[in-house]
């Protein structure tokens, strides 16, 4: 028999993805596991090597699992288009541009999915660990959510429920959603956990007694705030990220739709990024990046009313490196032309930025989803040092782009002066000879020689971080039924 562990959040942004992670690692010692999320609601996503689309959190726990991510541990993602429109990515290809109350009309069959991926998983695995989604006691969705009550009540598994104590009201906030649950799901729920927490844990032990007694339900573990080096599951991690005082600034600008801004995050720890809003100034940063986007036609043009296209041209007159990825590199182009599949305005032409020689045309409603391997052929003071060696990523878009001079192969462009870099890959800092280019170039204008920091195995890091802090071993007494 698989064995079933769920973790359930109080509300989103409790740690739930984080969790999940150090617990495939923990587990994976002994079981084989995967991880499983029914529905994700995330931008941020991962291609899988069957060039399946999943979100990224799902990517990260089968790594620390130890197995290879596939589809099924996200058998339905959301991504979000404006205007209460979602693009439904079932099983890793795209589905249907559906409204909120079209996609709940056909739950049932979104419920189909989920067990068929979930009875996979069980059968390749010793331990599937659940994340739930948002905050557990939403009590207007039960009878259609189907990421915490659809899949608990499916399956039955062991629950921990997690709350998060820095946003305040965690000893409420837990005995609430405990009061709300449904009593078939309330009786699975065998602890909680307190996270993020700052301070002296004398001060907080009366009320973990309290909750104790009036829940009936240990406190697994208090973990501690900690500065975690994993990829973001959505946009609601970009308010944490703040300056950090590097001497090298980077803007990435904040795109409304903005998409895997985690192919940025490798950057963090040697420059100062800086998520600009459409109505910021730019400030004089070192390099500014253009992240990738769900609606490229939209966001060029709120770009354009807030003057910010202005602002990237000017700056990148006087020399200042421009990076676009998959959406930003199709803004970077003389023009985007579109049937009517990408904006939310019908069929439209709209001008680019003009930094790069290259034309977009979105002629259908069909995505590009791969891995890839490519040679480096752009040139310039960035790529021109690279030339020849191999970079990976991985392509999520729509559209096709064709023109000027290919960075990588046959992907992307490059400017004559070699620093303005567009392409489709995602992951492009994960290249470490990329990043050593990009930042070395960098912190070359500033006078300074830029070294790479090894940080180690981070999961590893992770797993033992939680296990010091959190009860494991009621948690594996009560998944093997002792």
């Known amino acids: 028999m698989t064995k079933n562990l769920m973790v359930i959040g109080t509300s989103s942004h409790v740690g739930k993805s984080?969790?999940?992670?150090?617990?495939?690692?923990s587990f994976s010692r002994k079981y084989r596991v995967a991880p499983f999320k029914a529905q994700n609601m995330s931008l941020n996503s991962w291609i899988t090597q069957n060039g399946e689309e999943m979100g990224i959190a799902q990517a990260i726990q089968a790594k620390a699992a130890g197995v290879e991510p596939t589809a099924d541990m996200n058998p339905v993602l959301l991504k979000p288009k404006g205007s209460h429109i979602s693009q439904v990515i079932i099983l890793g290809k795209p589905f249907a541009d559906k409204r909120a109350g079209e996609y709940y009309d056909s739950i049932e069959g979104m419920m189909t999915v989920v067990t068929g991926a979930y009875n996979r998983l069980a059968s390749a695995h010793d331990m599937i660990i659940i994340e739930g989604a948002g905050g557990a006691a939403e009590i207007n969705l039960y009878s259609r959510d189907i990421v915490n009550i659809g899949i608990a009540r499916a399956v039955k598994p062991h629950i921990i429920l997690v709350g998060d104590i820095e946003r305040g009201g965690v000893f409420a906030s837990i005995y609430g959603t405990l009061k709300?649950?449904?009593?078939?799901?309330r009786s699975l729920v065998f602890g909680i956990i307190i996270n993020k927490f700052r301070g002296d844990i004398r001060l907080l032990e009366p009320g973990i007694l309290q909750l104790e007694e009036l829940t009936g339900l240990p406190v697994l573990g208090v973990i501690p705030f900690t500065d975690v080096k994993l990829p973001s599951e959505d946009s609601v991690s970009i308010k944490?990220?703040?300056?950090?005082?590097?001497?090298?600034?980077?803007?990435?600008?904040r795109l409304p739709h903005i998409s895997n801004f985690t192919d940025f995050e490798p950057l963090e720890k040697y420059a100062d990024i800086r998520y600009i809003e459409p109505g910021d100034a730019l400030d004089k940063p070192d390099a500014i990046i253009l992240p990738g986007t769900k609606n490229t036609i939209d966001d060029l043009k709120e770009l354009r009313s807030k003057g910010l296209d202005k602002q990237i041209i000017t700056e990148s007159k006087k020399g200042t490196p421009v990076i676009g990825i998959c959406g930003g590199y199709q803004m970077l182009g003389n023009e985007i032309i579109d049937s009517g599949v990408e904006g939310t305005g019908g069929a439209c032409s709209i001008k680019g930025l003009g930094l790069l020689d290259v034309t977009t045309h979105f002629l259908d409603y069909k995505k590009q989803t791969r891995q890839v391997e490519k040679p480096v052929t752009g040139d310039g003071a960035i790529l021109g040092q690279l030339k020849g060696g191999k970079i990976r990523g991985y392509e999520i878009h729509m559209g096709e782009t064709d023109g000027g001079e290919p960075a990588f192969g046959d992907d992307g462009g490059v400017s004559k002066n070699g620093l303005v870099i567009g392409t489709y890959l995602h992951g492009l800092f994960e290249n470490e000879n990329v990043r050593t280019s990009f930042l070395g170039y960098l912190y070359k204008q500033k006078g300074i020689i830029f070294k790479n920091k090894d940080d180690g195995d981070s999961i590893e890091e992770l797993a033992r971080f939680i296990e010091e802090h959190v009860n494991m071993e009621l948690i594996y007494r009560r998944i093997e039924g002792a």
């Open 18 to 25: 984080i969790l999940v992670a150090a617990l495939c690692r």
């Open 180 to 185: 709300l649950l449904p009593e078939d799901i």
């Open 240 to 253: 944490d990220k703040t300056g950090n005082g590097h001497p090298v600034r980077i803007a990435i600008i």
